[in-house]
């Protein structure tokens, strides 16, 4: 008898091991939801999170294979109608498994594994033009010290830097801020 290559063997043999977690990847699809052993739901997340992303490809073959696994044609059409568009947006971490306690008969540590549903909300991106406005102040730190600026043109600057809400507001204060320090520097000349 082959020997599983990872995780716990559950059951006597590996065919009785396949057919006890189709039946609950079978049971999670029907009820989003399911109570099991901690060894149980670690060893079905994999092939849960597989057999969503087959229903997420949603082609004939992929339904035929995940119908290969599962052996239910209820349970693949509620696989691939209901589950799939509802994950269609997250790449992955189909499944969450929480840890429930110790059950009364055996004391064997219990979890409940369900399926995530929820909208995925996207993260911001860190873009470039956040690293530009540290550039720019980098240079205009640099610069400071070498021009003689009076003290008033300092604040302007500082308040165009870090009270701009949007890049239009932030444009005007620039160009207000950059009026600022060439009216001095023309009255200077003069």
């Known amino acids: 008898?082959?020997?599983?290559?990872?995780?716990?063997?559950?059951?006597?043999?590996?065919?009785?091991?396949?057919?006890?977690?189709?039946?609950?990847?079978?049971?999670?699809?029907?009820?989003?939801?399911?109570?099991?052993?901690?060894?149980?739901?670690?060893?079905?997340?994999?092939?849960?999170?597989?057999l969503i992303t087959f229903a997420k490809r949603g082609d004939l073959h992929a339904r035929r294979r995940v119908l290969s696994i599962l052996g239910n044609k209820e349970v693949v059409h509620i696989l691939f109608a209901e589950i799939a568009p509802l994950v269609a947006d997250r790449e992955g971490g189909y499944t969450r498994i929480t840890k429930v306690g110790n059950r009364k008969g055996d004391n064997a540590p219990m979890a409940v594994i369900e399926l995530v549903l929820e909208p995925v909300t996207p993260k911001a991106k860190k873009s470039a033009p956040k690293a530009a406005p540290k550039a720019e102040k980098a240079d205009k730190a640099e610069e400071k010290p070498a021009e003689d600026a009076p003290a008033e043109e300092t604040p302007v600057e500082a308040a165009a830097d870090a009270g701009a809400e949007s890049q239009e507001e932030g444009a005007a204060a620039e160009a207000a801020a950059e009026d600022a320090v060439e009216a001095p520097a023309d009255e200077k000349s003069e």
């Open 1 to 50: 008898m082959p020997k599983p290559t990872k995780g716990p063997r559950l059951g006597g043999g590996p065919a009785h091991e396949r057919l006890l977690l189709a039946n609950l990847a079978s049971a999670l699809f029907t009820h989003k939801s399911i109570k099991t052993t901690e060894t149980k739901a670690k060893r079905l997340r994999p092939l849960a999170e597989r």
